[in-house]
């Protein structure tokens, strides 16, 4: 029902299967992470639009959207904590709404800069991986190796097809949090 949700959960997902390889991941998990991006903002499309903030809530109603289909429940599972905090207390943002980040999946982790890497670009079309790495290193909330896995892999950027004015309101969610501005 929304076009921007499916070509930006493509792109998502071309970036979490370099990182991954690059980071040799195995095949089950490559899978899942595949499937994760593909449908980690399928929650958006349960919820109404006259709820304000439609984002705090879309991880979670997309996760319970996949519950009961046992091929998807890695992919569920990563859904519903893609948007939780993995950055330690001390990091520059300061704690968020998770649990200790050394509980976070690796897979998580590479589907959270992913998602970060499809909203720079979209943001700023002209990053290259150089300044998309720069970028999310800067934020502390992105997993180092991840992001290090991200600039040794070297994926090709692909800029949104859809135009910023036919853009959902809730696209800019996915930017790392100092260039998100207030929520």
């Known amino acids: 029902s929304d076009p921007y949700v499916e070509l930006h959960g493509a792109r998502v997902a071309e970036y979490v299967k370099e990182i991954g390889r690059h980071l040799r991941l195995g095949p089950h998990q490559l899978e899942s992470l ?9 929650g958006f499309v349960a919820l109404p639009p006259e709820v304000g903030e439609r984002e705090q809530g879309h991880a979670a109603q997309g996760a319970r959207m996949l519950e009961g289909l046992p091929f998807l429940d890695a992919a569920a599972n990563l859904i519903r904590h893609s948007h939780d905090s993995t950055n330690p207390p001390d990091a520059p943002h300061g704690p968020h709404r998770s649990a ?9 982790r590479v589907l959270q800069v992913a ?24 934020d502390g909330a992105y997993e180092p190796r991840v992001v290090a896995a991200l600039r040794s892999a070297r994926p090709v950027l692909r800029t949104a097809e859809v135009p910023v004015q036919e853009r959902p309101a809730w696209w800019r969610h996915d930017l790392p949090a100092a260039l998100r501005g207030p929520s």
Do not use: K, T, Y
Not at 34 to 42: K, M, P, T
Not at 116 to 136: F, H, K, M, S, T
């Open 34 to 42: 595949d499937l994760a991006a593909r449908l980690h903002d399928i």
């Open 100 to 108: 200790p980040a050394e509980s976070h999946p690796l897979e998580l």
């Open 115 to 138: 998602d970060a890497v499809d909203a720079l670009v979209a943001e700023r079309p002209g990053l290259d991986v150089d300044g998309v790495c720069d970028l999310l290193a800067l």
